[in-house]
Structures are given as structure tokens and as C-alpha cells.
């Protein structure tokens, strides 16, 4: 069977590996980028540890699968009669089974000076800007008194904030800054009235709790309205800062709104599926970009992945059934909050299930020696980093 992927991520990874054990498949994944990315590390790459920890090339992942052919372009456009893509560089592809898993981008929902002044760190080259801007602060003559606003307090906000401490104490280290006069406030603003509201008010409480131990300020129930280069507005009150990190807000792949006569789009943007993750006959949506319960987490992107390379290779395909996931969240050194149904564990336990979970993430990818080196790589600080490069 032909089967062609778009997307390297967490979904599309995991269906082509999972495919590839059956000989018969020749399998095409087509991805915007050559590396798979390991998005729950980000925060640790963008806090001072090693990138090894964050981006596996896709040519070392599928070094052994002959079965398998990666091309590195992206496509912009499906025509389902012929059956064919084609990419931003005008090449045409023909499929004769489908499987898209392309991930969310980033939306700043038309918020003012956010685009321009606003940074980010889901990607190398926004953490290598976000770095490059904290070199600079603390490199710089005079005294660094300021405030640094991170927007969101869903799992990426709360990873970086809480790690954000430490390493900016490395950086004051370096470049033999004196405490008194590098005054630095971390602000974590969120609109909802809790940090990580989609967790329970028990977890929730407890993250906060946290937070509030490592000196992060909670701004709850407020909104960013507007970003200069050194001024952002939070609920009508100005905040003088040019250190906005932007960790809210994502909307669906821009692909399904500019293909919407290919595709049923729900309210939320999301590909409306069938009980098969079908969109049409011959093209399976999956991950992130399906509007299934649970979507946009690593563990229901692989859920679906191994669904549906289970479905496609079967005689008796079976109906999809959502699968609750864990949430481990990370807050400052060797802490961390599980959530599972209503089980809650915090504290250093916490810490060693997610130390765990991030195993069991790599090794869903990756072979166990690279799963054991990407693991390791979390515990490595890349002190090369410390200064202004490219």
C-alpha cells in the first residue's frame, strides 16, 4: 500500500514508523522541516539546556527504514480529484491514502505590536532570539531593572516561568552582574481567572501555590492589549518592559482554512472526522489538527497515530475511541504536578514521573540508545550559549 504523510511531528512520526513494520507499505512523509521536534523540551532548550534535548533529525529517525521516504517541503495545497498535493515550491505530489498531522501555529488574535515585539520559543529560531535578546540585557552597560511578561499560564507558560529564574541567575553569573543591580520581575499573565485551567482547581491551586514560592507574579483575570518596544499594556495598566515571551494562543494549521472546500472545519477551527479519524474517504486527520476530545497533546497525537496505522493495514478496521492522558507539568527544579482523572500528584514524586514520561516520549520516536541520549540531554547545560552568535 502507498501511503503518503504530511507532518513530522509527534502524529506523523509515529504513523510512518508504525506503518513501516509492514514491508507491503511504502510510505512518503513529506515535512516542512528536517528534525522532528520534541516540543514538551522547548522550555528546557530556551533556559540555558542542551538543544540535543529538543530536535532529532528526521533522516537519523528513518535511517533504517527502507520503506520509508522523507521529503523536506511543505505543501499548501490538496486536490482531491486527481488525488495529488502541492507545495510551495510547485512541485505536485499524487496520493492514493493520506495521513495529515500538521500541527498548530502560533496566533496572537490581533493584539497589537505582538507580531512585531512579542517572542517566542516553539521553534530554534525563536529561542535563539529570545537568548540573544537576554545575552544582550545582561552583557550591556548599566543596570538591568526590569520586568519580563510571559503571556499564558497553559503548560508552556508555566514551564518557562518557572525555569526562567535560574537561568537568568547563570546569565547574572557570567557576566559578573551584581545582584543589586539586576532587579529582575517574572510576570506570568493569564486571562483565565487560574493558572493551567484546563487542570483541576486542586492541581490548578497547587501550580499556583508553586509559582508563587519561585517569586513569579501571577497577573490572573488580565489581558495583554498592546506591545511597544518597551512598553506592554496589561488591562489598561502599562508595564515598562521589552521582554514580552508570548506562550498563548494557537489556532489550526492555516493549510485546512485555505483547502475549506476540502475539508469540514468545526467552530474551533479543527477538522470535523468520523469515527474512523476520516475526513473523506482515503484521507485519515489526526493530532493536533482534529477536532477529537483531547487534541493538542503529544499523547493523543501518538494515540492516533498507532490507531490509525493499526486501521489501515486491517480488514476489520475499528471505531476510534478517545484516551484521557496523563498531564505532568514541570514547575521550577525537580517539582512537578501530575493529573490523571482525579488523581493528583505534586512535589518531587511529581518530578520523577515526568522524568519518566519525557523517557517513554523519546522512545515512542527514537531507538533506545537516542531515546537515552535526548533523555540525558535534559540534565545538559549548553554554556556555549552565553554568547551573541549568527
Do not use: C
Amino acid at each position: 500500500m502507498n501511503i503518503t504523510i504530511i507532518g513530522g511531528g509527534f502524529g506523523g512520526v509515529k504513523s510512518a514508523l508504525q506503518l513501516s513494520k509492514n514491508k507491503k507499505n511504502k510510505i512518503t512523509l513529506i515535512s516542512d522541516k528536517p528534525d522532528f521536534q520534541y516540543y514538551p523540551a522547548l522550555y528546557g532548550t530556551a533556559t540555558g539546556y542542551s538543544h540535543l534535548q529538543s530536535w532529532v533529525s528526521l533522516g537519523v529517525i528513518f535511517a533504517d527504514k527502507e520503506n520509508v521516504t522523507v521529503i523536506i517541503d511543505e505543501i499548501e495545497f490538496i486536490n482531491k480529484k486527481p488525488k495529488t498535493l502541492v507545495s510551495s515550491s510547485g512541485i505536485t505530489y499524487n496520493y492514493e491514502t493520506l495521513i495529515i498531522s500538521i500541527g498548530v501555529v502560533t496566533t496572537y488574535f490581533g493584539i497589537d505590536g505582538l507580531e512585531s515585539y512579542a517572542y517566542g520559543i516553539k521553534s530554534y529560531q525563536e529561542i535563539r532570539r529570545l537568548k540573544k535578546h537576554l545575552y544582550s540585557e545582561f552583557s550591556k552597560d548599566g543596570v538591568v531593572d526590569k520586568e519580563i511578561v510571559i503571556v499564558g499560564a497553559g503548560a508552556t507558560g508555566v514551564e518557562l516561568s518557572s525555569a526562567l529564574g535560574e537561568y537568568l541567575e547563570r546569565l547574572r553569573k557570567h557576566y559578573k552582574r551584581p545582584k543589586s543591580k539586576t532587579k529582575i520581575r517574572i510576570n506570568l499573565v493569564e486571562a483565565a481567572p487560574r493558572v493551567m485551567p484546563k487542570m483541576s482547581e486542586k492541581a490548578s491551586k497547587k501550580i499556583a501555590k508553586r509559582l508563587r514560592k519561585l517569586k513569579i507574579k501571577l497577573q490572573l483575570s488580565k489581558k495583554v492589549e498592546s506591545a511597544t518596544v518597551d512598553q506592554i499594556m496589561v488591562s489598561g495598566k502599562s508595564i515598562k518592559s521589552h521582554t514580552l515571551i508570548w506562550t498563548s494562543g494557537v489556532t489550526n494549521h492555516p493549510f485546512f482554512k485555505n483547502n475549506a472546500k476540502s475539508f469540514e472545519l468545526a467552530p474551533n477551527g479543527k477538522v470535523v472526522v468520523d469515527e474512523f479519524l476520516k475526513s473523506d474517504k482515503d484521507i485519515y486527520v489526526i493530532g493536533d489538527n482534529a477536532a477529537t476530545p483531547y487534541s493538542g497533546l503529544a499523547q493523543t497525537a501518538l494515540h492516533d497515530a498507532i490507531y490509525v496505522a493499526k486501521n489501515i493495514n486491517s480488514k476489520n478496521p475499528k471505531k476510534y475511541k478517545a484516551k484521557m492522558p496523563p498531564v505532568v507539568i514541570p514547575v521550577g527544579k525537580r517539582w512537578a504536578v501530575l493529573e490523571w482523572k482525579s488523581l493528583v500528584i505534586s512535589g518531587w514524586l511529581g518530578y520523577i514521573i515526568r522524568r519518566m514520561a519525557d523517557f517513554v516520549g523519546y522512545r515512542d520516536i527514537l531507538p533506545i540508545g537516542q531515546s537515552l541520549s535526548a533523555w540525558h540531554a535534559q540534565n545538559i547545560k549548553e554554556d556555549d550559549y552565553f554568547s551573541p552568535k549568527d
